[in-house]
């Protein structure tokens, strides 16, 4: 089959908005990609994805395999964790958490035995002989979420299919600067990402894989097509501009199809489902040699950063450790940030384990990425509207979320606000727009929770209500019932003692039938004979 055969390239389209910030990829994406020795000790949260958390099946001086699962997803949205690799449970507690609260979570503390010695495990290397129910199985059963840092349980988002899917398309944009995981998972691992893109489009039914792909990447887009020639597989690449954010999975899908999710819609209503490069590439690893989620590429840059590159990585490791591994100057750096500089944060605790959903380490320097500065005062000058990618108007959400307006703010889509940060970016007043928007939602979340309760309440209210009026209506039904009974049995009754004087005064008329009267007779008779047989006194 000739290569034109194999690989097309796919049209595309526009979006509104976006930003132009400076990329910082050559300084990660130049190197192999390097693992990072096993830890002595490892720390893993029960909540490293979308959903409820995960129940923890070990507990403390348990003996543990690399690959076995350790705490069991619950129904639902959830995600299983497993070892990362063998060794022993030393507990289960609060450990620090990576998140802007730095409030603790609960993690199971392993502690490695050196061995690193895997568990049993069944490898499918035909697995176009599984049912597609035994293959979304394995899938929950590795605990995969989504890796371009949503952590979406993977599983869930293939059974989620309310109308039927046509096209696979494969983020691989990675358009949020500095991060280039992706870049070198692709060129070095694109024959696995193109199979578990064949997994992923047998599962789903769909005609057409589609990459979207920013051009900036001219070696992972070489290895993907290399790849294809080699597996003979049909792709379509659509190479998008270098634009930030072209990599967020609505933006993505209008670049690549034309399409738009419409509002409050998921991209399963255009028969789309999105996929990252590294969701696939795991999903390869586990399906065919059931290899759970316990590793992934993290880059780690900045300027305080003498190693700078991608590390593949053990889930649960400290963030330190990754850290030092890669010869980070902390004295140096200004902060720790996990993800990018448009949408991570700081860590507030370095000690944090790394999660599944950890792409990128940055440690910039103070001059590299200076503190936010204060903000002042919006001077309505409309170019977070035009920076905007959504086409949001981002100054009138604004004056709602600070006022607390939350119905003016979701009259203008603020729920359709990707939190990407492009309008924070190019905002001449530094005003940290994200910030209120994330308070705005937050709010919004909230009160709708305390509604969903209150109708909760009001409809147990109500029922109660209407059991008590019920039991109430059949408590009288019952005593009416129970009225008319004994009403109906005392007339019967008075029935009955009405016939029965009835007869006795008919008897009464006879004096022959008066028992009364032959009673009193025999006892006069009985005196009488009595008397006459006693002897008489003489005189």
């Known amino acids: 089959m000739s290569q034109s055969a194999i690989i097309a390239r796919s049209s595309v389209w526009s979006i509104p908005g976006g930003i132009h910030p400076e990329q910082h990829k050559l300084e990660s994406n130049q190197t192999a990609i390097e693992a990072i020795p096993v830890p002595a000790q490892l720390w893993l949260p029960l909540s490293m994805h979308i959903g409820t958390e995960a129940i923890p099946i070990v507990q403390a001086g348990d003996t543990v395999r690399k690959g076995q699962v350790i705490a069991k997803a619950q129904p639902g949205i959830s995600a299983n964790i497993h070892a990362p690799t063998s060794g022993r449970i030393l507990g289960i507690a609060d450990h620090c958490f990576a998140h802007e609260s730095d409030l603790p979570r609960l993690a199971i503390h392993l502690e490695a035995d050196g061995q690193d010695a895997w568990r049993d495990q069944e490898p499918w290397p035909n697995w176009q002989g599984k049912t597609k129910e035994e293959i979304l199985v394995r899938v929950r059963e590795g605990g995969i979420a989504g890796m371009g840092g949503a952590g979406f349980p993977t599983d869930v988002k293939y059974r989620n299919k309310h109308t039927p899917i046509h096209t696979l398309l494969i983020n691989a944009a990675e358009c949020e600067p500095y991060i280039t995981s992706d870049d070198r998972l692709m060129q070095e691992r694109a024959v696995e990402i193109l199979k578990g893109a064949q997994i992923s489009k047998w599962l789903l039914d769909a005609q ?176 977070c509207e035009q920076a905007c990618p959504v086409g949001l108007l981002p100054q009138q959400m604004l004056w709602a979320a600070k006022n607390r307006e939350l119905d003016a703010a979701e009259l203008h889509n603020l729920n359709d606000c990707i939190e990407c940060g492009a309008c924070a970016y190019v905002c001449p007043s530094r005003i940290p727009l994200v910030h209120y928007y994330r308070y705005a939602k937050g709010e919004l979340r909230q009160e709708a929770a305390d509604n969903a309760q209150s109708e909760r309440a009001r409809m147990r209210f109500e029922a109660r209500q209407e059991r008590l009026e019920r039991e109430k209506t059949e408590k009288e039904v019952r005593r009416k019932a129970r009225a008319e009974a004994a009403a109906k049995a005392l007339a019967a009754k008075q029935a009955q003692q009405e016939a029965t004087d009835s007869g006795a005064t008919v008897a009464a008329k006879d004096p022959s039938d008066d028992p009364i009267k032959a009673a009193l007779e025999r006892s006069a008779a009985k005196r009488k004979a009595k008397a006459d047989a006693t002897p008489k006194e003489t005189e």
């Open 208 to 383: 057409t894989i589609i990459i979207g792909i920013e051009d900036n990447k001219p070696e992972a887009i070489s290895a993907l097509e290399a790849a294809a020639n080699t597996l003979a597989f049909e792709i379509a690449i659509a190479v998008v501009p270098t634009k930030y954010p072209s990599g967020g999975e609505r933006q993505l899908i209008q670049l690549t199809t034309g399409e738009e999710v419409p509002h409050g819609g998921l991209p399963s209503d255009l028969g789309v489902l999105c996929q990252n490069v590294g969701t696939l590439y795991q999903l390869y690893r586990t399906v065919v040699f059931d290899e759970p989620l316990i590793s992934r590429i993290t880059t780690v840059t900045g300027k305080a950063v003498k190693k700078p590159g991608n590390y593949e990585v053990l889930i649960g490791t400290s963030m330190k450790t990754v850290l030092e591994h890669a010869e980070t100057n902390l004295k140096e750096a200004d902060r720790i940030i996990m993800g990018g500089p448009m949408m991570g944060f700081a860590l507030p605790n370095i000690e944090a384990p790394l999660l599944k959903t950890t792409n990128c380490l940055l440690a910039p320097t103070a001059k590299e990425l200076p503190a936010p500065m204060l903000d002042n005062p919006c001077i309505r000058c409309g170019m």
